[in-house]
């Protein structure tokens, strides 16, 4: 079965301050990786998705993520965070042709005015 | 434009009880989850269908019931509340053909007493 790995649990920030949270799986085959956000007592939204092409994708509110198949991650970053980007992170994946997700354990933005 | 709808939003049971939380989706998904969200933990998932009359178990299914008679609606049973399932719970759709994301409902946030 597949697993997910976040080892940053929880991340205290100052605005401004460059971002990079680490998102790595374990599964052989093809796979699809997303990244949602759950902003404090909301439901999980979608920040990002891979499915293939150009392993560096663009998500909204400036995040982007970068897939390293050798590796097997794909980890999120934001150049410069606002204190509107507390939120907990997770990162997700399903094998292709799968729905059912496994999600990480997340990781707790604390961003810092 | 309603999405994933749950209902109730909090309930507070006592050990024994049972209830049924209740998703809706109007955007036509065939497949459908339950996941449960615990702290440090991420989401995991309880039970999932593919379409209706279809449904199989996730990866903590224990102690809870679905079923799926029509495409929108997908309730979550607790046959014996226990308190080990004081839990956020949300539900998700997700479109089965293409690439696509999980759309996730506002969640239901439950403690069992």
């Known amino acids: 079965a597949q697993s997910v790995s976040q080892h940053n649990h929880h991340v205290i920030l100052s605005e401004a301050a460059s971002l990079e949270l680490g998102c790595n799986y374990s599964?052989?085959?093809?796979?699809?990786l997303f990244w949602y956000v759950q902003y404090p007592g909301q439901h999980l939204q979608l920040l990002l998705k891979y499915f293939s092409g150009d392993p560096l994708v663009k998500g909204i509110k400036g995040f982007e993520a970068e897939f390293i198949k050798s590796k097997f991650s794909f980890n999120l970053r934001k150049p410069s965070v606002q204190w509107s980007d507390t939120a907990e992170y997770f990162c997700a994946v399903n094998p292709t042709g799968r729905r059912a997700l496994t999600f990480g354990s997340g990781t707790r933005l604390q961003v810092q005015p | 434009n309603a999405g994933v709808t749950q209902t109730p939003k909090f309930q507070v049971l006592k050990t024994g009880q049972s209830m049924t939380l209740q998703c809706a989706q109007d955007m036509n998904h065939e497949y459908m989850s339950w996941y449960r969200q615990d702290p440090g933990m991420g989401l995991r998932l309880i039970h999932y269908s593919v379409g209706a009359g279809i449904t199989d178990q996730g990866e903590v299914p224990n102690g809870y019931n679905v079923s799926r008679s029509t495409t929108e609606d997908f309730p979550l049973r607790l046959l014996s509340a226990a308190p080990s399932q004081t839990s956020v719970y949300f539900c998700a759709s997700t479109r089965t053909g293409g690439r696509t994301e999980a759309f996730f409902g506002q969640g239901t946030r439950l403690t069992v007493v």
């Open positions: 599964y052989g085959g093809t796979v699809n």
